[in-house]
């Protein structure tokens, strides 16, 4: 799909999904300006309807909690069409969201090695999902036990190591 192909709007959404620092939200704002789609910042949109912050949901209230709110908001997008959906990187680990996701998404898969995401998230404290778990181990062992449920969700897989954001949006355009 390129930019001409888009003139029109797509009838269906672009969801990104992947562990953290997969790269999700870079590569949704490359898309977003080559495709004049606009962004839909899951974690971001929770984020400013809570107003407090995610390391602050899930202090105050639980995962469990901020899951939730996932799933509600991914329901309601699916009233949306032609827009990019970036993901947090959980959300794809619930079945009940991987559903909502089919309905009207196309599901594109971020991936990169436990190595290249401990660089990129290394001096980010906003994950209460990696807090003192900063290592390459730690991170591939979390991959490992989620790897299967993005795999299974995911109807594109693009890789990230070692590509700069220009590569890796073509990538995905070209196999789209
Ligand atoms: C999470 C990923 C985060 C955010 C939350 C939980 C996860 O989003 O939703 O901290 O469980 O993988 P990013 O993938 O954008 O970091």
Known sequence: MSQTKNKGSLPFNLILIGFMGAGKSTVARCLGKKCAMEI????????????????????????????????????ELQKETNKIISCGGGAALRAENVAEMKKN?????????????????????SRPILKNRKTVADIAE?????????????????????????????????AL
């Open 40 to 75: 839909i910042e899951m974690d971001e949109e929770i984020v400013r309807r809570e107003r407090r912050s995610i390391p602050e949901i899930f202090q105050q209230q639980g995962e469990a909690y901020f899951r939730n709110l996932e799933t509600g908001l991914l329901k």
């Open 105 to 125: 998404g196309k599901v594109i898969l971020l991936t990169a090695e436990p190595q290249t995401i401990l660089n990129r998230v290394k001096y980010d404290n």
């Open 142 to 174: 979390l991959m490992e036990k989620r790897q299967e449920k993005y795999l299974a969700a995911a109807d594109l897989v693009i890789s990230t190591d070692n590509k700069n954001i220009g590569q890796i949006c073509e990538d995905i355009l070209h």
